[in-house]
């Protein structure tokens, strides 16, 4: 090193020896990302109750009836627009019972009506070589006409099969479901309500 370099170095002008330099600093951004293990809520989850919210939005108003109604065959919190899935148990605990039809596709179903607001007829099948505790489903179908459309679930027909052995009438209305003539891809839907219940969840 000549006597210019030493003065250069003195007055801070020099570029530092190899060893002089300091280690450049490497700064890594980790960004996390959804990964293949985690699963992102699907929209359709985002547009019901959990659970935990329904025991907290689904109380009865002054009227005594919960705020729920029924609409495109599902039902709904009134005030946010959110469906609740009929198996929710706080709906349940309310007295407000739903169940699909089942076994509806080994029925000549298509001339019955099973539109929303329409009768449901429950009779016992107490000869179903299934389940002696088997409730049949009717639909109404040309005027003085009734067509089975398939039976309630075994669960809830056990239930139902005490009161209507007792001599009780059910009364049930479609909740979901077509007009006659009409073979939707949909399962018919029923809940259990008087008259004045269904008016209300349909708001007619």
């Known amino acids: 090193m000549g006597l210019l370099d ?112 329409k009768p449901a007829f429950l009779v016992r099948d107490p000869d179903n070589k299934h389940d002696p505790h088997a409730v049949a489903v009717y639909a109404e179908g040309r005027p003085g006409e009734r067509l089975q459309v398939g039976h309630v679930n075994k669960g809830l027909a056990r239930r139902l099969a005490k009161r209507l052995d007792s001599g009780e009438t059910i009364s049930a209305w479609f909740m979901r479901g077509d007009p006659p003539g009409k073979e939707g891809e949909g399962v018919p839907c029923v809940v259990l309500t008087d008259e004045e219940g269904i008016a209300r969840l349909l708001g007619t």
């Open 6 to 117: 030493g003065l250069r170095r003195l007055v801070g002008l020099a570029d530092p020896s190899p060893a002089e330099r300091p280690t450049p600093k490497v700064v890594i951004t980790v960004e996390r990302s959804a990964g293949p293990n985690r699963r992102p809520t699907p929209p359709e989850e985002r547009h019901y109750l959990s659970a935990e919210e329904a025991v907290e939005l689904l109380v009865p108003g002054g009227d005594g009836h919960l705020p729920v109604r029924i609409r495109d065959g599902f039902f709904e919190h009134a005030p946010t627009g959110r469906r609740v899935t009929a198996a929710n148990r706080t709906l349940n605990a309310h007295g407000l019972l739903s169940f699909k039809v089942r076994g509806n596709a080994y029925y000549e179903s298509k001339a019955a009506d099973t539109r929303p607001g």
